[in-house]
Nanobody, 117 residues
Framework: QVQLVESGGGLVQPGGSLRLSCAAS????????MLWYRQAPGKERELVAA????????NYAESVKGRFTISRDNAKNTVYLQMNSLKSEDTAVYYC??????????WGKGTLVTVSV
C-alpha cells in the first residue's frame, strides 16, 4: 500500500523556521522525483519545490528561492522541506508528491503550516 505521510507543520511566527518531512512507503522511493506543493485558503495548489530521484537536481518557485531547501534521504525513504524566514504568505497546507515520468503520481494528505504572530 502506497503511503506518503507529511509531518512537521504547525504554527510559527514570521521570520521563523520549520522543517517538513514526508515519509514514503509502498513503492520504490529512489525511482521517483519528489515534490512539495502548497495550497493556501481560496487559492489553487502551487508547486513549491522539486528534487530529482537521485537528489542531484532541485527546483524552486520564485517565491521561496533562497528561503526553502528541499532534500531527500533515499536510505530513509524521506523527503524534507526546510523552510526559513517564513512569511505570512507561506501559510498553506503543504503536500508531498511522488512523480515518475511514466505518469504515476502519489500524494500525501498534507500538513498545515500557519505563519502568524
Amino acid at each position: 500500500q502506497v503511503q506518503l505521510v507529511e509531518s512537521g507543520g504547525g504554527l510559527v511566527q514570521p521570520g521563523g523556521s520549520l522543517r517538513l518531512s514526508c515519509a514514503a512507503s509502498g513503492f520504490t522511493f529512489s525511482n521517483y522525483a519528489m515534490l512539495w506543493y502548497r495550497q493556501a485558503p481560496g487559492k489553487e495548489r502551487e508547486l513549491v519545490a522539486a528534487i530529482s530521484s537521485t537528489g542531484g537536481s532541485t527546483n524552486y518557485a520564485e517565491s521561496v528561492k533562497g528561503r526553502f531547501t528541499i532534500s531527500r534521504d533515499n536510505a530513509k525513504n524521506t523527503v524534507y522541506l526546510q523552510m526559513n524566514s517564513l512569511k505570512s504568505e507561506d501559510t498553506a497546507v503543504y503536500y508531498c508528491n511522488a512523480f515518475r515520468n511514466n505518469g504515476i503520481s502519489y500524494w500525501g494528505k498534507g500538513t498545515l503550516v500557519t505563519v502568524s504572530v
